[in-house]
């Protein structure tokens, strides 16, 4: 069906549904994304406060065939909350839907609405003495409801899970402008197909979520945070199996880096204090939460010890304070910012099965070499078989340099990762950046199934048209 | 649109399709179900022994326009296994679907096919060293297709999710013969539609599972169990609480028990061996699975000790060994038996938020006395907030006695449940008996969804009709 633009005539039509606070000036940060891929367009910017509002916005919308764009935070990576082209979009903003509506610590649950950031949702919970382990760089900005459409995952995955895992209940507007009250507070419902699931992760393209119910976690008992150096990252594995064996479920992070990651700090950001004396070529940050009566650091002691002995590790500090532990982090956490400043030619964020991980960094190092000349920081979530997989020009060469390289780097690593039974997508999404990609390398009984769904929800396919699925 | 039967031109269509091994008499066993409410009826029983057969059947019936009952161990407590009217069926039998296709320790996974029975999953792990960590009553015949249909839950869920969060990936037929092939063994993966998560839970109707990618975890290092006499459901909730403090994850189960199910244990398996000298009102089982250094009996008596100090607990025994752990969680396991031999009036398998279960189970019992004399046998997993709240005539009179009082006992607890922010069927799904009680509490926004999905993905509507929607 066509698609109109938010013209005058539909913006004076909402200023009669919504109050004036709820109109934003059509400023550039909703027009943005922070990789510079797309320049964004919008007919109206409006931020309603509460979910009526937003089944409004949707329901007049939908009745003139006008495209919205929910925004969260505005940090996703793949293009998601932007419109490049087509009639001019409502972009809808949950910044106004930013209330705690209940805390229960008796239940391990917390109720937000979408518009919260993902930092003030820790530190609720922190005043109650619980965990949201959902974490990311973005924690500042991201707002939850966008967390939850892009099923965001971050460093605690190997524990804690994915997005989709810490939300109990939803409540969301869907395309044709109904509200959704799925709001429960359960551990267990088994009365129907499981919308959440499909709502999470659709990258608004099938509705709007308004709201969450988001499982809270005790706070560990103790913590501690180590770096040890592995020879390779077959080592890495070992020890992660290890650790496991040892600790249970007590380990929270598994992070693999490698030297060059190091080398870009020094490079882009050179007053970050570096824990190393001598940078290794492949190391790994351990962060474990353990129960009352252990102790993390000793606990760190006899892994390191163990491995030692097993030869997967050769050098190791483990984390004395916690300003140390945070000194640890910095490094991980200021990769991809060093990365954003030495400008990669093609970043990948995939995920193969965890025990090829080892080959796909061999063969894709082969394959890459076989390019040309290049510099690779591999680095990520080694225990979800999460790589942030980047490709860089030498150093004194600029990104620019290899501008017409960057499709066939991309196009090798993805056919890789393909063939070894990964995913193009681990953590991101697709938005409109990889809609190619889905179609290349997708199951096509997915896309079909996909397809008929978008189609069955959003008949005239006004939410967030072509993302994910090509308009 | 109007179904037909698998008459005999149909049958003998697919006896040109398939080998001679996939034909089954139809057996009783194909037409019963645990609770005996419904007599099944089939055209034909096929278990294929690959996917392209089963893919073979549903396009056959695709084209036809004849229904498929997907059919597992047949444990089902919700008659989502029975066709009891209409055209006859195909009945889609997994069986012969138990190849276990690989195992992978290093990234803990395993990839079975669907009529791989539950507890042969679990010897498969326990021989690489893993916990497959799903566990129900019915784990000796279940298979986990159907588990995966269902989205099982069981005694674990509180610590490793219900089936739906134990699965990585799956190989299902869709409704129209297509086979969608989504076996990654991937922890992220955002690429497109959470699908799996849709068929995880549809009780056959979008498709037929074929195959899964299952998650496998550690087997903790240290096992305990322990009984302990609580004062009523409040102090239980807060001995939870109290447990999750100290000991984090490691609480693997947290059963509440009242005593009238010690009655009916004395009643109906007189040869079981209790553990109480004096029948406790209400007790629970605590079960611990720790990591390497602590000790399981001494944790769980600094719990107790606690939990004493505190008021909470006044008795309690920790299993001194194996034979002991087994003999409480026996405890456990024969009340479902117990409860079949007594003869429920009306049971209810539901779940509340967990603050408010002692509210639920006061004024559950006071509606009840409202209603006419009943014994109620109210157990369950106190941490998921799933309780089994059954109904039972006093000792010396019989279930049809009060075979009139059914629909309004059903009825009011069902209504105090939705009244509570519950759910109807926690674990067991919605199959062909709660198809009523979906519409009467389902969010009517979400039921829409539904059978929009159902209507993309089945258009014909051969899947288990009449299973979850309305035919």
Not at 29 to 46: K, N, S
Not at 337 to 351: F, K, L, M, T, Y
Not at 382 to 407: K, S
Request: net charge negative.
């Amino acid at each position: 069906m066509t698609l109109n633009s938010a013209d005058p005539a539909f913006v004076a039509n909402l200023r009669r549904l919504l109050p004036p606070a709820a109109f934003r000036d059509i400023s550039p940060a909703y027009l943005q994304e922070p990789r510079g891929r797309w320049q964004g367009q919008a007919g109206v910017v409006v931020a309603p406060d509460c979910t009526e509002d937003v089944a409004a916005v949707v329901r007049a919308a939908a009745k003139a065939c006008v495209p919205i764009i929910p925004y969260g935070g505005g940090t996703g990576l793949v293009g998601g909350q932007i419109s490049a082209n087509g009639p001019a979009p409502v972009v809808l903003s949950l910044e106004r839907m930013c209330a705690i509506r209940g805390v229960f610590p008796d239940e391990n649950v917390m109720v937000v609405e979408a518009g919260v950031i993902l930092a003030d949702i820790h530190d609720a919970a922190s005043k109650v003495d619980r965990l949201f382990p959902l974490s990311i760089a973005a924690k500042g900005s991201a707002r939850i409801g966008g967390n939850l459409a892009t099923n965001a995952g971050g460093v605690n995955v190997l524990r804690y899970g994915n997005a989709r895992d810490l939300c109990l209940g939803l409540e969301a507007v869907l395309p044709d402008g109904q509200i959704w009250h799925g709001l429960k507070r359960l551990r267990k419902d088994n009365t129907g197909y499981d919308l959440k699931n499909l709502l999470i992760g659709s990258e608004g393209t099938l509705g709007v979520i308004t709201a969450a119910a988001l499982k809270l976690h005790p706070i560990p008992a103790g913590e501690g945070t180590a770096l040890m150096t592995v020879k390779d990252p077959r080592a890495a594995l070992n020890l992660l199996a290890m650790a496991r064996d040892q600790l249970g479920e007590a380990i929270s992070a598994f992070e693999l880096m490698h030297r060059t990651g190091l080398e870009f700090l020094t490079e882009a950001l050179p007053d970050l204090r570096q824990p190393f004396e001598v940078a290794p070529e492949w190391f790994v940050l351990i962060d474990v939460g353990l129960a009352r009566g252990l102790n993390p650091s000793e606990a760190l002691e006899v892994l390191f010890a163990d491995a030692f002995e097993a030869g997967l590790v050769s050098d190791g500090t483990i984390a004395q304070s916690q300003a140390q532990r945070h000194a640890f982090w910095e490094v991980r956490e200021q990769i991809p910012e060093a990365n954003r400043r030495v400008g990669s030619v093609s970043s990948h964020d995939i995920s193969v099965p965890m025990s090829v991980i080892p080959e796909f960094i061999e063969r894709g190092g082969e394959i890459i070499a076989g390019l040309g000349d290049f510099r690779i920081n591999c680095f990520g979530h080694l225990g979800d078989g999460n790589l942030h997989y980047n490709v860089f020009p030498l150093a004194g060469h600029h990104r620019d340099d290899h501008r017409n390289q960057r499709d066939a780097i991309k196009r090798a690593v993805h056919d890789l990762v393909d063939e070894m039974g990964g995913s193009i997508s681990a953590e991101h999404g697709i938005g409109r950046l990889k809609v190619d990609d889905l179609e290349r390398y997708g199951d096509p009984t997915k896309l079909s199934m996909m397809r008929a769904i978008k189609a069955a929800l959003d008949p005239v396919g006004i939410m967030n048209p072509g993302v994910i699925l090509r308009e």
